[in-house]
């Protein structure tokens, strides 16, 4: 276990390799060009706007924030505005990589993953961008309201880009907010977990969409219903005891369960986990650089394994390492890039209490080796 300032500095290189050549090749206007799309032939229309959208969702908070050191900041600053370039790029329909924000379903899903990172980033990733992309962006995220969203975590989707269009001061649906709050109220099954839709998978997509977004979305429309607000405090006591398990789940090694579709996206799997410690909402029996040790842990394991990236710098299907046979059917080389929603805790400051606190042994560290150990609780 290495200091805080290792990791974070371990952080930062991993995050760079994923973000280099997506938004070095977009803001070009070259990444259809450059970017290899494995998985399916269909998937090409779509893979583009994944990774943009994945991406950065995970970059946005610290897109947002003003890192102490000098170094680091105008590293933020570059990458900041390489995401306002790759965000003109995609939404303006002159550009060769203008991407598909209205053909297929898919494009809801990837319209909501850049919603959120605008909701998490709205100075450097919505205020900053000229009016001219401002009306790019809108008019992209108004174009998926031409299909619905699936009976399942999909109904997100289509509330974060209408949660996205309240926040930019854009017009913007309640009903479609509404109904997935509402829809989830019923999906919830107990002690932090939901179904994703009627019945319950064994899978992360809890991390992968549900907890996060369902947090991050009442937070941002709280005020503009009693309902919704009333929402507020049971969702968020949720997410805490699933951000608990979660921490739980991470094993001395630094590996979790194998389970469940879309374990291609690696270490995106804890992204509940990540959103609290961001958010300074862990439970208390956690302490914030205990859970800085298990991420980098986890993320030193996927991030590190031999053939994960192919020559040019691009991720490849598999979960430790090249594993193609991990992808379904709707996987592609862009929506590997959900695994960058781990890296939220860089939008924290270097001198909290998650980046300064001296490395510590998560629980599975302390329970498989003897040491005081809390036990688990449920709701």
């Not at 938004?23 to 994944?50: C, D, F, I, Q, W």
């Not at 991407?99 to 809801?108: C, E, L, T, V």
């Not at 862009?334 to 781990?342: K, T």
């Amino acid at each position: 276990m290495g200091t805080g300032i290792m990791d974070r500095s371990y952080w930062l290189e991993t995050l760079a390799k994923l973000a280099e050549p997506v938004l070095g090749a977009l803001e070009n206007g070259a990444l259809k060009e450059t970017m290899p799309v494995e998985g399916g032939a269909e998937r090409v229309e779509y893979s583009h706007l994944e990774a943009l959208g994945r991406l950065l969702a995970g970059m946005a908070p610290w897109l947002e924030s003003r890192p102490m050191d000098e170094e680091e900041e105008r590293n933020r600053e570059r990458y900041a505005r390489m995401a306002r370039n790759a965000i003109d790029q995609a939404t303006n329909p002159s550009s060769p990589d203008f991407m598909n924000f209205s053909a297929g379903y898919q494009p809801i899903v990837d319209a909501a993953f850049l919603s959120h990172a605008i909701v998490r980033a709205p100075g450097e990733l919505w205020e900053r961008l000229s009016p001219r992309v401002q009306a790019q962006v809108t008019s992209a995220l108004l174009s998926t309201r031409s299909r619905k969203p699936g009976f399942s975590n999909w109904l997100l989707f289509s509330a974060m880009i209408e949660t996205a269009l309240l926040r930019i001061g854009q017009d913007w649906d309640p009903m479609r907010i509404d109904y997935a709050l509402r829809q989830h109220e019923q999906w919830y099954l107990g002690d932090g977990m939901y179904s994703d839709g009627p019945e319950y998978r064994a899978d992360y997509y809890n991390s992968f969409v549900i907890q996060p977004m369902l947090v991050d979305i009442v937070d941002i429309v709280q005020d503009q219903s009693e309902d919704w607000a009333k929402l507020r405090d049971p969702i968020m006591a949720r997410a805490l005891r699933y951000s608990t398990v979660q921490e739980r789940l991470i094993s001395p090694e630094g590996t979790f369960p194998v389970i469940g579709r879309s374990i291609a996206y690696r270490m995106g799997a804890f992204q509940s986990l990540a959103q609290s410690a961001l958010r300074g909402e862990l439970s208390s029996e956690l302490v914030p650089s205990q859970v800085r040790c298990a991420l980098t842990a986890v993320m030193r394991r996927l991030m590190d394994a031999p053939r994960t990236f192919d020559d040019g710098g691009w991720l490849r299907i598999g979960f430790c390492g090249h594993q193609p046979e991990l992808g379904e059917s709707y996987i592609s080389t862009g929506s590997l890039y959900l695994c960058a929603l781990v890296f939220l805790p860089l939008g924290l400051r270097e001198d909290t209490p998650f980046w300064q606190g001296e490395s510590m042994p998560w629980t599975s560290v302390k329970a498989w080796s003897g040491q005081y150990t809390p036990r688990d609780q449920a709701i």
